[in-house]
């Protein structure tokens, strides 16, 4: 070992004495004769001295799911009223939807005939406006360097930001159950939930006109276990909910409910926990995003690409955002949605808009 090293030293001098003899590019040379001695001591450096290695921490090729709350499926039939469209809009647009009103019957008069009582079909329409106040978005960045010293496809990691944002409209929404919004509810101890209870909730709304098709309700994991430990639940001699292999509970067509979602992230503001209606209670709209791009127009290099896509489990317009970073190499990427949300009578009077639609269940408190 020792002759190599003293051949490997001869031949590296020669060679740069070589090089700045022929190329009179000594500076070359120097630094071709600097590598090697670094090279050199790296074979017999004792432990601790100085060594030409590159090391980076190895990610392992096991990718674990992200930590996440299983999110209930408020956006088909049995859950909230979705309104989304290819359409694009801005932030600020309002989407006005309306509810008809029932006609007041009226007696014929011999005098006005079937004039007696008669009412303007426009005002058989009441407006329930959504606002397109909310433009959230999921950024991630990948760094050159962290894609160069990589094993494994860093790209797998931005695939939760559609999670991520259904999750956010599902939390947004449910954050309007109010007593500003919703002037109906209904107090009980959670510990007290029963089957009686989500029936006393069914003659509730039935006596508020809700709809008798869709209903659906969404609670803590305090009243979903609660529900679970009345043996009528599981029992098969009435409505068999065993919800054995599911560790979120879910209720299905349970006293007139066709959904009743346990949602262990359920806001725990005030001593609200949970909520029952029927789809109109809670309106969610939402568009594509109108972007307007300066470069198209000047005819200038674009830097930035956007595109339009669609959540998979909701139907909701999603935009994506992509660009690297000039001089770095990074790449950023994001994901957003251009939504809003009309919640009951809207920090209106009661029983306006969609108020009858819902009932706020609380914990404590009068019932209205």
């Known amino acids: 070992m020792k002759t190599f090293k003293s051949v490997f030293a001869l031949v590296a001098l020669l060679l740069a004495l070589v090089m ?7 500076v070359t040379a120097l630094s071709v004769l600097i590598l090697a001695a670094f090279t050199h001591a790296s074979y017999h450096a004792p432990r601790g001295a100085l060594r030409i290695t590159l090391s980076v921490p190895e990610l392992s090729m096991l990718i674990f799911d992200a930590f996440k709350t299983l999110t209930p499926e408020l956006f088909g039939e049995g859950g909230f009223a979705l309104d989304v469209s290819s359409k694009t809009a801005v932030l600020g647009d309002t989407i006005t939807s309306h509810i008809g009103a029932v006609p007041v019957p009226a007696d014929y008069d011999q005098v006005t005939g079937f004039e007696n ?14 606002t397109l106040q909310f433009f959230k978005h999921v950024p991630i960045q990948i760094k050159w360097l962290s894609q160069l010293s990589s094993k494994i496809d860093l790209t797998r990691f931005v695939m939760n930001q559609g999670y991520a944002l259904r999750k956010l409209i599902i939390d947004t929404a449910l954050a309007q159950v109010t007593a500003a919004n919703f002037t109906h509810q209904y107090a009980t101890d959670p510990a007290n939930v029963s089957l009686d209870t989500v029936e006393y909730l069914r003659g509730k709304l039935n006596g508020q006109k809700a709809s008798p098709f869709g ?11 609660a529900l679970q430990a009345d043996q009528r639940v599981g029992s098969s001699l009435f409505y068999n909910q065993l919800n054995g292999d599911n560790p979120i509970r879910h209720y299905k067509n349970l006293a007139g409910f066709r959904n009743i979602y346990e949602y262990p992230d359920f806001p ?4 609200i926990q949970g ?12 568009r594509g995003v109108d972007f307007s791009n300066a470069a198209d127009l000047l005819r200038v290099p674009k830097v930035v690409e956007t ?11 999603f935009t994506a955002v992509g660009y690297q970073k000039y001089g770095t190499g990074d790449v950023t990427f994001s994901i957003g949605v251009l939504f809003g949300i009309g919640a009951g009578n809207q920090g209106g009077a009661a ?18």
């Open 307 to 317: 595109v339009p896509m669609q959540d998979d489990e909701s139907g909701m317009p």
């Open 275 to 286: 909520y029952f209606g029927d789809q109109r209670g809670i309106v969610i709209a939402s």
């Open 215 to 225: 209903r659906f309700g969404i609670v803590n994991t305090k009243v979903a276990g």
């Open 268 to 271: 725990a503001g005030g001593n």
């Open 117 to 130: 009582g008669i009412q303007d079909a426009t005002n058989l329409a009441q407006d329930v406006p959504v």
């Open 20 to 26: 700045g003899a022929v190329t009179r590019d000594w």
């Open 351 to 368: 029983d306006t808009k969609t108020d009858p639609a819902g009932v706020r269940f609380v914990s404590a408190g009068n019932e209205s």
